[in-house]
């Protein structure tokens, strides 16, 4: 059966996913969904009754989640031709202001279980079949405020450029879709409000269903990189042109 796994895909951008798999692709006939809440994922997929759902109440800072993927993965045997590489999470704040734990928190989701998802994913994976992995415009420059958090897109858009050029013999695609803000859940859990960041509140904001379909179609049609909106294509240039030190003066949340 061909399967679509998203995860983060409780709420926001990963909620979003979920509709555009269903919408543009209805060969896609069973979707996985792995997040904390199991409540919320069960209300989504109630919305879609004629798709079979496997649901995963999951945190994927703990380990232990993937052997119990791993296990349904091999059980099932599924023909993977989807997978969302979106859980994720950040905190604004000065790196020496913020608590350690948060850092283990925010590398543990974005870095380690953003490697471990696609590692064992892969496998079930096959000719035409592509990964989405959810980075962010904070990966062209480090953020000064989200150290942390830009560092670690900056880990999974190289490592999704990697996988792109390892897996081509395979025809699978791996798409890195840097998006700019949006107004998602992830900006209330990383404390960011207008008053406590002038930058996040002038950037022009990017609307999460219009990420969601279009980078599921650039990845679908063999694509590396999507970042909607100009002003945010214009930054990638100047990322790739400017001296960082110079950018990042620019670029502090």
């Known amino acids: 059966m061909k399967t679509a796994i998203i995860s983060g895909a409780s709420s926001g951008l990963g909620a979003e996913y979920l509709s555009s798999v269903i919408n543009l692709f209805p060969d896609i006939k069973e979707i996985w969904l792995i997040a904390r809440r199991k409540e919320r994922l069960e209300e989504l997929s109630a919305n879609y009754p004629k798709i079979s759902f496997k649901i995963f109440p999951l945190d994927l800072t703990d380990t232990a989640s993937f052997s119990v993927l791993e296990n349904s993965l091999k059980e099932s045997k599924p023909d993977v031709r989807i997978l969302i590489n979106n859980a994720g999470c950040g905190k604004l ?28 994913v892969i496998p079930y994976m096959s000719e035409g079949s592509f990964i989405v992995n959810v980075c962010s415009i904070s990966s062209f420059v480090p953020n000064a405020r989200l150290a942390v958090y830009s560092s670690s897109k900056a880990y999974l858009f190289s490592l999704s450029k990697v996988l792109r050029q390892e ?87």
């Open 93 to 120: 704040g000065y790196f020496s202001d913020t608590p350690a734990q948060e850092h283990a928190k925010i590398t543990d989701l974005n870095v380690r279980a953003a490697t471990l998802l696609p590692a064992t």
């Open 167 to 253: 897996l081509k013999s395979r025809k699978i695609n791996s798409l890195a879709v840097c998006p700019g803000p949006m107004f998602t859940e992830f900006l209330s859990v990383a404390e960011i409000h207008p008053d406590n960041s002038k930058t996040f509140a002038t950037l022009p904001y990017c609307k999460a269903p219009e990420v969601a379909r279009r980078s599921l179609i650039y990845a679908s049609r063999g694509k590396a990189v999507y970042t909607n909106k100009p002003f945010y294509k214009f930054y990638r240039i100047l990322a790739k042109l400017l001296p960082h030190s110079l950018v990042m003066k620019l670029s502090k949340a």
